[in-house]
């Protein structure tokens, strides 16, 4: 099957960093998503971003299908950023699979 | 953005019994729901496909008899977890997709199992 991978696995910002998250995926894909799990479990859907650029405030994502990665750009850090953040890829199948995550740590 | 609705939020049983968690659609139909694990500090892991009107397929390694499915209309699935045991404690969360649009994904906002 698909395989997802996600890197870094953990990062710690300072307040106010900039950061870049990166999600590969062995295989074809119908889309992909990026999600902010909060600490009660809750998937916060970020990005619905099977290719292109999307950009929502501080937030923005980049897919380059061909290429098989996505990109998820994190400026002006806050506190509230801290969390783990997922990719998800849906297959020919319809299955959604998710990658390993990253945590991110955002300090004051 | 479409809803999904989880019920309940969490719940805690005793060992040998069953509990049964519901995944809804709110304003949308699904034909397709899916169901998913996640353990702590680990990445959710597909469990089963839930089909509308047909019986539901699993994942390799996933105990069809120890984790029922059933998706009787277009809006609502339910997993029953059976003779639950302590190692069945997790987070299990639902997802689905708009049955004509069939873009992204939209997911329920889980349900913490606690088995004692």
């Known amino acids: 099957g698909i395989q997802v991978e996600q890197s870094p696995p953990d990062l710690i910002l300072q307040e106010g960093a900039n950061s870049t998250l990166r999600c590969n995926f062995s295989?074809?894909?119908?889309?992909l998503q990026w999600f902010h799990q909060n600490p009660w479990g809750q998937l916060i859907n970020l990005f619905y971003i099977p290719s292109g650029t999307k950009q929502n405030g501080r937030l923005s994502a980049t897919t380059v299908a061909t290429e098989r990665y996505s990109l998820l750009y994190i400026s002006s850090s806050q506190t509230t950023d801290s969390g783990v953040y997922f990719c998800a890829v849906k297959t020919s199948y319809d299955k959604v699979i998710f990658g390993p995550g990253t945590s991110l740590s955002v300090i004051p | 953005g479409a809803v999904v609705s989880q019920h309940p939020s969490w719940v805690i049983c005793k060992s040998g019994t069953s509990v049964k968690i519901e995944c809804r659609s709110l304003?949308?139909?699904?034909?397709?729901m899916f169901w998913y694990r996640q353990f702590p500090k680990q990445s959710l892991m597909l469990m089963a496909t839930?089909?509308?009107?047909?019986?539901?397929?699993?994942e390799q390694g996933v105990e069809k008899d120890k984790f029922l499915i059933n998706h009787a209309s277009l809006t609502l699935s339910t997993l029953t977890v059976t003779s639950a045991h302590p190692e069945d404690s997790s987070f299990y969360i639902c997802?689905?997709?708009?049955?004509?649009?069939?873009?992204?994904?939209?997911f329920g906002q889980g349900t913490r199992l606690t088995v004692v």
């Open positions: 295989d074809s894909v119908n889309n």
């Open positions: 304003d949308f139909q699904a034909t397709t």
């Open positions: 997802s689905a997709s708009h049955q004509i649009m069939n873009t992204e994904a939209f």
């Open positions: 839930s089909n509308e009107g047909s019986k539901a397929t699993y």
